[in-house]
């Protein structure tokens, strides 16, 4: 995995005051960092040079975040969703995948930022924990950036990591395609934490990855995380189909479940590649040889292209075959797929976005399922 070393580091006054930005300094002592007065502007004054959004991520900025850090996951219109809390911590990524949703979602505010006021976002998550602790909660760091990559640098899990921990009604999922995993073993999970991958083949790794870590090191970072006591997860999303996909995507599972303990994964979930028709353009101009352009798809109702839906059923298929010879039990879902693939790959489709939720947050092992009535969206009832 590349080692991640901004050009400069743009600082929001007031923003000196806490963690992140010692830990920045520590970190970087080479860069220079400038102070701004307000980095929402300084953000939109990047340069608008041919690669806006790449040229968004040579830049870090630490800024105040304004409004709500915990937001319930949007899903995906007419999609199973699995009801899910994100926190936002940062936006954009170090790395630079291909097919990353945030090069259209972030088109316009393209800016590698990370959120200096830390202790707003785990006051607003006691409030909201707190007030409901009848019910349980899934929430995750990885949806408008990636929960790791960045650690090293900000240091932002050993801020966080013990309050969730001592919580009696939350999993934290992070979710990275880095092995940024070192400020992680220092801390005590406490059942409460599952660190999980997206996990690709090396050579879709290799074509449409850019700076993430390699399958084995990823593999390797998990192996550790399991030893110091989190559960893991595992995202085979994107799945790519191409010739020869099925060698390596069976290679790949068996090589996961023959290294950790699939009796402490909490999930795994698979979905296939998708994108919209204006990420398509801007892929075209950023990665205009990437192989995940070439496959054929179809517009679906949430205004996303995937494979035709019958390759999709096929290919969910076979994944969950082989993920059943290497594990008969662990819990495996379909990311942002219909009711319809859902009753053709499993056999049945979860009767409701709660019901899915509850599943997932079931993996604690101590609960019975429940509808979760009086619970905040997003909960279940414990
Ligand atoms: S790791 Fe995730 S957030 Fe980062 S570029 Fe890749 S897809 Fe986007």
């Known amino acids: 995995m590349r080692n991640f ?17 010692k830990n920045l300094k520590r970190a970087f002592p ?4 400038t102070f701004v007065e307000d980095a929402r502007e300084a953000a939109l004054a990047l340069s608008v040079a041919n690669d806006r959004f790449g040229a968004g991520k040579e830049k870090l900025f630490l800024a105040r975040h304004r409004g709500e850090f915990l937001k319930k996951c949007p899903g995906s219109e007419g999609q199973v969703c ?8 940062a936006s954009n990524c170090p790395m630079d995948c291909s097919y990353c949703y945030l090069q259209e979602y972030l088109a316009d505010n393209p800016a590698l930022k990370v959120f200096s006021n830390v202790g707003d976002l ?24 990636d929960s790791l990559a960045l650690d090293p640098y900000i ?14 009604n939350v999993l934290l999922e992070l979710k990275t395609k880095s092995d940024c995993v070192e400020g992680l073993l220092r801390l005590d999970p406490k059942e409460r934490v599952v660190v999980s991958w997206s996990m690709n083949p090396q050579r879709v790794i290799d074509q449409d990855e850019r700076y993430t870590a390699s399958f084995e090191e990823r593999l390797a970072a998990a192996r550790r995380c399991q030893a110091a006591g989190y559960k893991l997860g595992f995202h085979f999303d994107p799945i790519v189909e191409y010739a020869g996909w099925e060698e390596d ?3 790949m599972v068996e090589r996961i479940f023959a290294a950790v303990d699939y009796r402490r994964i909490a999930w795994v979930s698979m979905g296939v590649l998708r994108n919209t028709p204006g990420l398509k353009r801007i892929m075209r101009t950023r990665f205009p040889s990437t192989r995940v352009l070439s496959g054929e798809q179809v517009l679906c109702p949430d205004g996303k292209m995937r494979y035709f839906q019958p390759l999709r059923v096929s290919m969910y298929r076979k ?20 009711k319809e693939v859902w009753e053709q790959v499993f056999g049945f489709a979860p009767s409701c976005e709660k019901e899915l939720g509850n599943s997932l947050t079931a993996v ?5 399922f429940g509808s979760g009535s009086g619970c905040a969206s997003g909960a279940r009832q414990a």
């Open 82 to 89: 699995c009801n899910y809390f994100v926190i936002n911590f």
């Open 30 to 33: 080479q860069v220079p960092f």
């Open 122 to 145: 785990l006051s607003e998550a006691d409030d909201l924990l707190t007030r409901h602790r009848n019910c349980f909660f899934r929430i995750g760091t990885g949806e408008i950036t």
């Open 155 to 168: 240091g932002f899990c050993a801020e966080v990591v013990p309050f969730f921990a001592d919580q009696p």
């Open 319 to 338: 994944m969950l075959s082989w993920i059943r010879s290497a594990s008969p039990t662990v819990f495996v879902y379909l990311c942002m797929e219909s």
């Open 249 to 251: 995507y069976r290679d």
């Open 5 to 21: 070393t901004p050009s400069e580091v743009l600082v929001e006054a007031g923003s000196e005051q806490g963690p992140i930005y």
């Open 364 to 368: 604690r092992g101590e609960q019975k």
